[in-house]
Every structure is written in C-alpha cells, then in structure tokens.
C-alpha cells in the first residue's frame, strides 16, 4: 500500500475523505492538541472549535447559509484562520481578498463575484469602503463584530466554553472559495476552487514539505494566496502545529523560526533570495529548519543556499487552476521541479499538441484519473475556461523540458504575465491603470529578471502631447492605484509602440534589459 493511501481519496467513490470530513473529525477530537501558535500564544483544539461555533453562530443570525459566497480581506491571525473552517464546515463560499489591492481592485472582484458580505480588517476598512462606493448590496462586516476580544491572540479569553462545530451536507465537489488569479493579459480570473481540490493540495503540501509527527510548519504565506490556504488543513493530516505570524520580515524571520521550534518553511515569492542578501551573521548557528519547500531556486543558485541555510530545498511546480501542486523534487536535483504527483500525469506538448522529445521545450499540459482535481471553471469566462481546460486535459500555458531521468525543468511562462514576489501580476491590469494617467497614450508592461527571485515589472510609457512626463510623479501615482507587487520597478519613454492589425503592442520587439530605465528604488 503507497504511504499516503490512508489520507488520499484514490477513488470517487471516497468522499468521506474529502475535506469537510476531515476538518470536522479534527475539530471535535483531541481537544488538546496545539493546532497553531500565534505570536507565541498556542491554540488547542478546544480554542480554535469553540471560536468556530462562535462564526458559525454569528453566520446563522445574519441568515448566510450553505452556498452563499462572503469576501474576507483580513491579516493572518487565529480568528482569520478559525473564520475559513467555519465557513468550510457551514458550505459557504469563501472570496479571500489579496490585502494588498487598493479600492480599484477591490472593487473589481465584487463586482464580479457578487459576494453577500464582505469581512475586513480594520486595516483594510477604508479601501473597502471606498471599493464599495457604486456596490450598496454588499454588507461590511468588521472582522472584531464576529467574535469581539478573540481578535488578537494576546488579548483573547484563555479559556472558551465547550462547543461542538456544526457540519453542513456538502458535496466535494461543493464550491469552498473563489481564489482570484491573475494569470493572463486580461483582467483577474476567479477558480472555482471545490471542497476537494483543497483537500487534494492540502495532501500535496504535506508531501512536497515530508512533514512528520511533532513538526512545527512556518505560516507566513497570505491566506488569500493558496500557498496559504492550502496549509491550513495540514494540521488535521499530520499530527503537526502551524506557527502562525502575521507576514514575512527578514529583520525578524530567525527570530521567529528558533522562538516557533519551526521546522519547515514555504519559500514562496523568493523570500530565499531575500535571505541571501541579509548579512551571513544574521542566521544563528544553529537552528531547527530542516526542509525548505517551494519554488524558485535556480540550479545556479542551489549550492550556496544549501551552505548558507543548512536545510534540505524541495522545490515543486503548480497552479491554483489544478489544485495547486504537479510535481516536487525529493531527490535534491538542482534545479528541477522534480516529478509528478502520483495521482498526476504531465505531459510536455508541442504547438502540434503532440508530445516533444526527452530535452525539448514543450507546454506543461496535466491530467488525471481522480475526479475534480481540476477547477470546474473560471467564474463567467468561458473563453478562458475552454483555453484552459480541454479533453479533461489542463494546459497550463508553462514551458518546461525533461531529462533523461524523469525530472522537469520550469523554463517560463506563455502568457503575458509576470511572477512577482510570489504573485501573479497580469500586464493587462498594469496597463489599465496607467492609462488612466494624465498624458499617457499607450502604455505596455514587461517582465524582466529580478535581482531578488522571479521577476520585477519594467513599464513602457507613451506620452500624449508632451515629450516625456515625469515618471517619477507616475510611479508614485500609480502606489495608490495597485497593490504593491503590481507597482513596477522600472520605467521607460517610448516614441511609439509597433502594434499588430488588432491594435496591441508587439511586446515581444521590447527590449527585457532595464539598465537604461528609470528604477523607482534608486530614483
């Protein structure tokens, strides 16, 4: 029997091991047993169940029921946390919201999506407020109005009364979130994202992670992203604690790791490259990291972070569009993504749709025999959804190559986007910003080689009328419009765009070098 036949639902017929059940077994046993650690207050079982019932309770009263869908744009904290499995439990469907976005952005996604409530930090609250200037229907909630003190771990109540979580009828294949991704020209697409997608990306984390009884995970990730979300249920697997904190700090990373006795952690977004550039003094001599998971680290680059962090790299590759994990390195191959999941096939494919040779570039096209690992649909495009998803086939728009061996190698991506610090960055929204810029024509954004892992944004301007405007005063008017990964670095003048028949900047006869452009960090 493979190790993971106990947890993983091989058949369609195993739906009694899809999420909900799993997340309800865990809530209602070992009540003792730390889930999390939060700013070095432990949460048991007990806590984060009676928290839960608390949600639940406040969604009853307001009417929300199983199937309506509620926006949450929160930091990382237990409330947060305990606010996504009581709306798993109860059926509702989550809309996180990337706590970056400005009002623009914001508004964007509800006025797609259409979600009943939408539940934010204070934080975040003017930005919302404003997002839902033209969207009366939508009610804002605070996220301190659902369970009062129990915001902030320091100041909540030690001990709740004993509560038992209620458990809706869902389906796996139920909506859980809608997880809004950015991974074309146009504008955010939203997945639909089941109950058992969660559950299978889950399974995935902890065997890309090899996590074992008694580790401490690092919880840094945004849970808008599902490099977060997927972490959550990982605890009801494993017999593992997360330790929790609100966002990565480099100033702070070792700090917080050798305090949590964290284990593990997810280095998404370069967060490693960021590492690397910290004095060599700053890692302590010892510490209890022993593997490192994610994507990112070059074969070029693997070596020296071997030395400098003394834990295992396991890098991998996926997309939220497929239950986010496809293969993973366990064989320390630099470079490589490594091989498929068990339940996956990949296939590297040619403009023919044919297979490419062992060494050769081809697009990374996926498929499966478990039911529903793929997204059912992008939400309200079915343009991009058949671009996406055909013959039970996904195509995932990434270039890769294989080796003799079996291992893969991420070579970029098709699409027009950008990797940003472990975000997608669509041009398309760049764009549409900046045209709305006084004295812009045309405006075309580029991704270029970072210094710090994955890519930085490089933006060509157009100027109407005028010789060139000040790029400067454009950089800083376009902080207020974007979130902060989507603000580009480099800027450059152009005199005009070649366009193609259709009107659109051929991108591909733009220089990708940014030595000459204006750099917002240095002025």
């Known amino acids: 029997m493979h ?9 369609a017929t195993d739906d009694c091991l899809d999420l909900n059940s799993v997340l309800y077994a865990g809530l209602t046993q070992a009540s003792s047993r730390h889930l999390m650690s939060f700013e070095g207050v432990d949460w048991d079982v007990a806590r984060v169940s009676a928290l839960v019932v608390q949600i639940q309770n ?15 744009m929160a930091r990382n904290d237990p409330l947060h946390i305990a606010l ?69 771990s320091d100041t909540a109540p030690a001990v709740f009364a004993p509560s038992t979580p209620r458990r809706a009828d869902v389906d796996p294949q139920h909506l ?10 146009g504008p955010p697409k939203g997945v639909l994202f089941s109950h058992r997608m969660m559950r299978i990306a889950s399974e995935s984390a902890r065997i890309v992670a090899g996590v074992r009884t008694g580790d401490r995970l690092f919880l840094w990730e945004p849970l808008c992203h599902i490099g977060g979300a997927q972490m959550l249920l990982v605890p009801f697997l494993d017999e593992v604690t997360l330790v929790a904190v609100s966002g990565f700090s480099a100033s702070k ?13 997810h280095y998404l977004g370069g967060i490693l490259d960021i590492l690397m550039r910290q004095p060599a003094s700053d890692k302590p001599a010892t510490h209890p990291l022993r593997v490192g998971w994610g994507a990112g680290v070059s074969a070029s680059a693997w070596p020296a972070m071997r030395e400098r962090f003394g834990f295992a790299l396991r890098e991998c590759y996926g997309m939220t569009e497929g239950s986010s994990f496809a293969t993973f390195n366990q064989t320390d191959t630099p470079g490589s993504i490594g091989r498929p999941m068990r339940w996956l096939k990949v ?25 529903g ?15 996406m998803l055909r013959n039970g086939k996904l195509y995932t728009g990434d270039i890769a190559r294989a080796d003799a061996e079996g291992n893969y190698y991420f070579v970029g991506r098709q699409t027009d986007s950008m990797r940003v610090r472990g975000e997608n960055v669509s041009a398309w929204e760049i764009e549409r910003a900046v045209l709305n810029y006084p004295g812009i024509r045309a405006a075309a954004a580029v991704g270029v080689t970072s210094e710090v892992g994955e890519q930085e944004v490089l933006l060509y301007v157009n100027w109407q009328g005028v010789k060139d405007g000040s790029l400067a005063a454009l950089s800083q008017w376009l902080a207020d419009k974007l979130a902060s990964f989507q603000v580009p670095r480099f800027y450059a003048t152009v005199d005009r765009f070649e366009l193609t028949p259709s009107e659109r900047v051929r991108k591909h006869l733009l220089a990708r070098d940014p030595t000459t452009a204006w750099d917002r960090l240095t002025g």
Not at 3 to 11: D, H, N, Q, S, W
Not at 376 to 385: F, H, V
């Open 347 to 371: 296939e590297l494919l040619g403009e023919d749709d044919q297979p490419v040779p062992c060494g050769e570039l081809g697009q990374i096209v996926l498929s499966s025999e478990v039911q």
């Open 58 to 72: 406040y969604f009853a009263e307001k009417g929300v029921i199983a199937g309506s869908r509620v926006a949450v």
């Open 253 to 265: 990373f070792w700090g917080q790791v050798i305090s949590g006795r964290c284990t593990h952690v």
């Open 373 to 387: 690992i793929f997204m059912s649909a992008y939400l309200d495009n079915p343009e991009a959804t058949a671009k």
């Open 3 to 11: 190790p993971y036949t106990r947890y993983f639902p091989v058949r």
């Open 176 to 185: 859980l979130c809608i997880i809004y991704t950015s991974g074309t020209t």
């Open 84 to 152: 996504i499995y009581a709306m798993a439990l109860s059926g509702i469907v989550w809309v996180p919201i990337n706590v970056k976005l400005k009002a623009t952005g914001i508004e964007y996604v509800l006025q797609h999506c259409k979600p009943r409530m939408l539940i934010v930090d204070s934080a975040f609250e003017s930005e919302a407020t404003l997002a839902c200037t033209h969207t009366t229907s939508i009610e804002i909630v605070a996220i301190d109005a659902i369970a009062g003190s129990a915001h902030g």
